[in-house]
């Protein structure tokens, strides 16, 4: 292979926004039929690298060469027209339109003719994607609505397909599937950049890897040859230690209780709960896994009241019915909370750190004297908050935006923390969080339990669940799965159920034998 | 080439520095408009913005005027700033001056120290009362608040029209539509001889005042700008939408309502059928000008009032039509959006640059 000449060969490309240098002299070769992986932490800048790549964005300096020639890809249409294309993370698709409109919007006009039906369906059955044309979106699941952007790519014949997160959306069982296609394009000589975090895939799946840190490639490596730690230690360029899961003693008596949960969505999108039973005791932390989009933001809501429910009993804190109250009340009643959006939801961007602080510590750090804000204390709660959870600003009088996302989500758990919650409620705790900054908060979440508070995480990743839970339930379309111990259940178990099929089926069979 | 270029951060010398550009563009462009209005454009700003300073009475008018828009701009900055927007602030004004001038009519030549002050809380009673409307049909029904207060605005000048045409109509007033001059107990008291400068101005500069310590230091005004922030970090923090809805709404209705009432009980005396020469619009540009900021609110409601006192004197000693006047304000604000974009965005002079250059060569 060495004599071929590359598909792609990028050389010093240098990239600046206002502030922040994205991507800094970064080259980059990709061999015809190789399955490259990019790999690093959020913010590293795979993206600005992609987006050039893709034609979405120019770059300072640095040169493109494909297949040899250079060129300067001045829009996403003539990357196509090379042969680049790209699936992205966040679908571009009409529900309201089928299968084949939303390929045929997507693609050139001379593809897009009468017989777009017969080939699609031919891509699909020689790829193992299997695709109805005539379908309409809004009826399949998030899995098949990938399919339909990588059957919209391959209708083109790509040479190079570029991949963002494909697996962040699927469950184990698709992610098989998806891996299996795209190790027959790499046999067929298609190149494949893919972009991910989960380094066990990576090592599974790709031949290469680049590592980029900070705007910087530093480091390449063979996946095949490296294990998921010694990847996310070059990732990160630290030594990494898993969290430790602290001694505890049997659990207390359940603290958060939802009984009986049943809601109907007022969001045109919104998943509709469907009869949730869940006990979270003293002293453990329970997971609750699943697909997003499949009842996570609205349980959350309930949970932290920003949703109110009819019946009061349908969700207790220790022996108070809080089901119709707020927030506030919920909060004083021990609830400690953190969503998923951190800014804009678990703070707001433009404040300054410490009336950030104040957002949520208002009543039980009695920051509020006679209806006024108490400027000296709040001040005095937030510096507690940064050297306690080790966050990195450069004081509490800047904006919460001007933090990293990582130090902001550490600053959002130390608020909560600090007040002493009894219970708290964590949606997707280390999405979009860097490593250092995410291991931090799982081991805060995991001593916080040690303590005695009961502790629910919700949460995509499942490495993460099997990390810090005692118990994990699955969410799937607004129903809950009773927990089950986290030594008990598999990986296989959890994908199984995140897909919607029963596990009732595999009990009712072990029953029988 | 020029090009706008987005900024890291939002600009805070520029958030105070744009309404002064504002006002030097819209200075450039006055002298442009003079001069092909065949005016010296020289003698016509002088005429406009310096004659009428340049004597105690001219101060004195400046504070008079700038009295109603300085505290209905604060009001409605608290409003503005929670994305809560009362269009109808002239409607409001209209009610708070009939409530407030209802009672000085109805205990018509009775001298009691204790008028004014009933005429100034009735005046705030009624610009909330026709507050409460858009409040309700928002909290209840969805509507939006600034069609329904916007609208109400022309429904309070019917009403109004309706007064002082029937029943509060001069019964000596040889049938115009006006009502009876108030008496002494319900004019409010001069604060400098010699002038029209009354009680209301320092009514206002406390106003200034109690908004600031509001908005930056207590939990109304803290909960108005999480919810303009950021609404969701509201809800999470438990701060209901609608209490802010009716907080801001009540806050600039009364307000206006509370202008009004000093209108009427001040430079005019009685009630006409136009109280108010636009003061409740008017005021959504100072707001806007003075940055949603009390203290902005102060010196932009000053600087507005010297429109209408410029106005009138350009009318007076120059023959030019009263609407210059508008078109001062109009200028004013479309400048102040036009230099708002310099808090996001800089000018950058040439084409894209380079950051390193190395491979290519």
Redesign the interface.
Known sequence: MTDQIPRLEL??I????????AN??V?LKIMPGEIHALLGENGAGKSTLVKFIYGVQ?A????FKWEGQEFAVANPSMARKLGIGMVFQHFSLFDALSVEENIAIGISPELAGDNLSQQIRDVSRQYGLPLDPDRFVHTLSVGERQRIEVVRCLLQNPKLLIMDEPTSVLTPQEVAELFKTLRRLSEEGVSILYISHKLQEIKDLCHVATIMRMGRVVDSCIPSEESPLSMAEMMMGVNLVSPEKPEKSAHGDPHLVVKNLSLQSDHQHGVDLKNINLEVCKGEVVGIAGIAGNGQIEVMEIL???VLVEDPNSVLIGEICVGCE????R?NAGLG?V?E?R?????????SLW?NA???G?QTMRL?SR???D?QKSIKYALSIVSKFNVKTPGIKH?A??LSGGNLQKFIFGREILQNPEVIVALQPTWGVDAGSAAFIRQSLMDLAAKGAAVLVISQDLHELFEVSDRIAVIYEGTVSSPRPAEDITVEEIGLLMAGISSEVELGLTADA | MLRLELRGEMSQPMVYLSPIFAVILTFIAGIVMFTFLGVDPVKAIITFFITPLNSLDGLAELFVKATPLVLIAVGLSFGFQANIWNIGAEGQLTIGALAGGGVALLFFNVDTPFLMPAMLVSGVLGGMAWAAIPAILKTKCGTNEILTSLMLTYVGLLVLSYLIHGPWKDPDGQNFPESRLFHDAAIIPIILDETRLHLGWIIALFGVAVAWVIMTRHMIGFQIRVIGLAPMAARFAGFKEKHIIWMTLMISGGAAGLAGTIEVSGPVGQIIPVISPGYGFTAIIVAFLGRLHPVGCLFAGLLMALTYLGGDNAQIEMNLPNAVTGVFQGMLLFFLLACDVLVRYRFRIGRLTKVADGANL
């Open positions: 050389e010093g240098s990239k600046a926004y206002p502030g922040v240098i800094e002299n080259s120019t300072d300096s640095g040169s932290t009241g920003e707020g927030p506030k009340f909060r909370f969503p959006e800014l804009g939801h678990g703070a707001v961007p433009e404040m009336e104040f957002l949520s208002f509020v209806g006024f804000i400027v904006a935006n001007s």
